[in-house]
């Protein structure tokens, strides 16, 4: 397994100008606008497009169908696929958030609670993203997985205003709920993480039904 991670690690290395460009880009953009906070979210963002992008290569040369051959287990190949993702992002959360701080130093200085929250936000979307994502490209290949998020992501901001509108003129009293916001910062991650699980075990159902 070790092996598949290092193959697409390499993939990405062919594209370190690129990457390298974009953060310089967006570090200007920041400076320019006197707001570095978006950072955080633009450049994992950007990696997970890239980790993404590995899919296409695989599809194009064929490799499930060679890899599939490997003595590895399938659930193998797509816990590769997880663990790479998740550590490339992980990384560019972490930096992304470094260099919002350090171009907070021309602009808007953030605290160290904004900090925090800058990244726990960056790495919940980066992993949702991931969770939602993944099954669907191996469902349906990295093409039509685009088409399906796009409905998807379409459908869900439809139905999240519909509840709001519902919600509001309902007038319905939440503030008895206000004390869960004490315990978001375990809540969320906990969530987060049990999202990820069923995706990664959705997306081994997936593979081993599938034929190359």
Known sequence: MKGLIIKDVLFLKNN????????AMFGFIGVMMEDNSYLSFIIPMFIMVLCISTFNYDEFNNWDAYSITLPLERNEIVRSKYIFTLSICL?????????SVIVGLFGQVMTLEDIAM???SSIAGIIACISLSYPAIYKFGVQKSRVFMFAFAFGLSGLVGLVTIVMNSLEIDFSGLLF??????????????????GSYKLSCSIYLKKEF
């Open 16 to 23: 370190f100008r690129q990457f390298v460009f974009v953060i």
């Open 91 to 99: 990384v560019g959360a972490v930096g992304g958030t470094i260099i």
């Open 118 to 120: 800058t990244l726990l």
């Open 180 to 197: 869960l916001e004490n315990y978001l910062l375990f809540i969320i991650p906990v969530i987060v993480l049990l999202v990820l699980y």
